[in-house]
């Protein structure tokens, strides 16, 4: 079994040390990274590299919740326990997507159970990989892909925490390889993953994505265009509901 990467952000060492004989208790294959503080985390902290993070909340400096908030921005799915000694903060917790919110002393059973779901979505994103280019392959999840862009023979890959990837290539070949995954052909030259779409500027005729950049719709597809990104978000707002219910 591959190693999980987990990260533990706790200034209490007490706190930190009991923490990490649980993750070891558990017996799941870890490498465990450490931090005292927020701000020393978020240097850290890049998309894809760790699998689940336990964040204390009451830090000095950057708490919890702010250092969650900024891990949002570039990585929507990656599992995070908030551990703290109050229950005050369950609704940012709700508002960030946090899988668990743990109250000290941790339990083990808790533990237990937010490893076991990150070993679920790590195998998750195992099987949303994409390698793309011969001489100079990029594998990439297609979760982090926001979309696109197609400039004469190259293409270029807008991915989630400011990552640009350029290769040569055509959307025509890579569009079959994201057809299990949301995404939309809205312009001949743009891909859109309808995941990351924050808005439709009419006037312009473009998706305007999530962290920067737009994307050009086509006049003859902007109904079908607009249609396929409410879809998206009508079935994104179910399952939430199923998964809360």
Same mark, same amino acid.
């Given at each position: 079994? @591959?190693?999980?990467?987990?990260?533990?952000?706790?200034?209490?060492?007490?706190?930190?040390?009991?923490?990490?004989?649980?993750?070891?208790?558990?017996?799941?294959? &870890?490498?465990?990274?450490?931090? &005292?503080?927020?701000?020393?985390?978020?240097?850290?902290?890049?998309?894809?590299?760790?699998?689940?993070?336990?964040?204390?909340?009451?830090?000095?400096?950057?708490?919890?919740? @702010?250092?969650?908030?900024?891990?949002?921005?570039?990585?929507?799915?990656?599992?995070?326990?908030?551990?703290?000694?109050?229950?005050?903060?369950?609704?940012?917790?709700?508002?960030?997507?946090?899988?668990?919110?743990? @109250?000290?002393?941790?339990?083990?059973?808790?533990?237990?159970?937010?490893?076991?779901?990150?070993?679920?979505?790590?195998?998750?994103?195992?099987?949303?990989?994409?390698?793309?280019?011969?001489?100079?392959?990029?594998?990439?999840?297609?979760?982090?892909?926001?979309?696109?862009?197609?400039?004469?023979?190259?293409?270029?890959?807008?991915?989630?925490?400011?990552?640009?990837?350029?290769?040569?290539?055509?959307?025509?070949?890579?569009?079959?390889?994201l057809a299990a995954y949301p995404f939309f052909r809205c312009h001949k030259s743009y891909l859109v993953n309808l995941a990351?779409?924050?808005?439709?500027?009419?006037?312009?005729?473009?998706?305007?994505?999530?962290?920067?950049?737009?994307?050009?719709?086509?006049?003859?597809?902007?109904?079908?265009?607009?249609?396929?990104?409410?879809?998206?978000?009508?079935? &994104?707002?179910?399952? @939430?509901?199923?998964?809360?219910?």
């Amino acid at each position: 079994m @591959e190693q999980l990467q987990i990260a533990v952000c706790e200034d209490d060492r007490a706190d930190m040390q009991r923490l990490c004989g649980l993750i070891e208790t558990n017996g799941v294959p &870890a490498s465990v990274s450490v931090f &005292a503080n927020g701000e020393e985390f978020l240097t850290a902290c890049q998309p894809d590299r760790f699998d689940l993070i336990f964040m204390d909340i009451y830090l000095d400096g950057l708490n919890g919740v @702010e250092a969650v908030r900024r891990v949002r921005e570039a990585d929507r799915e990656v599992p995070v326990a908030f551990t703290t000694t109050s229950g005050d903060f369950a609704l940012d917790g709700y508002r960030l997507r946090v899988e668990k919110y743990i @109250e000290k002393p941790v339990p083990q059973g808790d533990v237990d159970e937010i490893i076991t779901l990150a070993l679920h979505k790590k195998a998750e994103r195992h099987r949303d990989r994409i390698v793309w280019g011969r001489r100079e392959p990029i594998e990439f999840s297609a979760s982090r892909l926001r979309y696109v862009e197609q400039k004469e023979h190259s293409l270029s890959f807008y991915l989630t925490g400011g990552q640009v990837w350029r290769r040569k290539g055509k959307l025509d070949d890579l569009e079959p390889l994201l057809a299990a995954y949301p995404f939309f052909r809205c312009h001949k030259s743009y891909l859109v993953n309808l995941a990351f779409i924050q808005g439709i500027d009419r006037e312009r005729m473009v998706f305007q994505m999530r962290e920067g950049g737009s994307a050009y719709i086509r006049r003859e597809t902007f109904y079908r265009a607009r249609s396929a990104w409410e879809n998206w978000l009508f079935s &994104a707002a179910r399952r @939430e509901e199923d998964g809360n219910g």
